[in-house]
């Protein structure tokens, strides 16, 4: 499964979600803005980062950020441009 931080007028998350759909691949979409559900201390902005940071990946200047799920564990594929690469686009 893919994930994917965006944000709601980001063109380039948006072309994301477009090339999974037609690909028709499960992902799961955050925007960076909005509050983790249980935990209304964080944002997904903040998940990102603890995510980057845990993985020793420097932190994001732009989105989408995205990630597939492989094995239980989360692979860092990066923007919109990776994504097309990691796909044969």
């Known amino acids: 499964m893919f994930i994917v931080y965006g944000g709601e007028k980001c063109s380039y998350c948006t072309k ?4 999974l759909d037609m690909r028709e691949k499960e992902y799961q979409y ?8 249980g935990d209304e201390s964080l944002t997904y902005r903040d ?10 990946l420097p932190l994001p200047r732009s989105i989408p950020q ?23 686009e």
């Open 16 to 19: 994301a979600k477009m090339l």
């Open 30 to 37: 955050f925007d960076i803005y909005d509050q983790v559900k």
């Open 47 to 56: 998940e990102l980062f603890n995510i980057m940071t845990f993985q020793g």
């Open 66 to 88: 995205i990630f597939i799920e492989k094995e239980e564990e989360l692979q860092y594929i990066g923007g919109f441009d990776k994504l097309e690469e990691y796909l044969g």
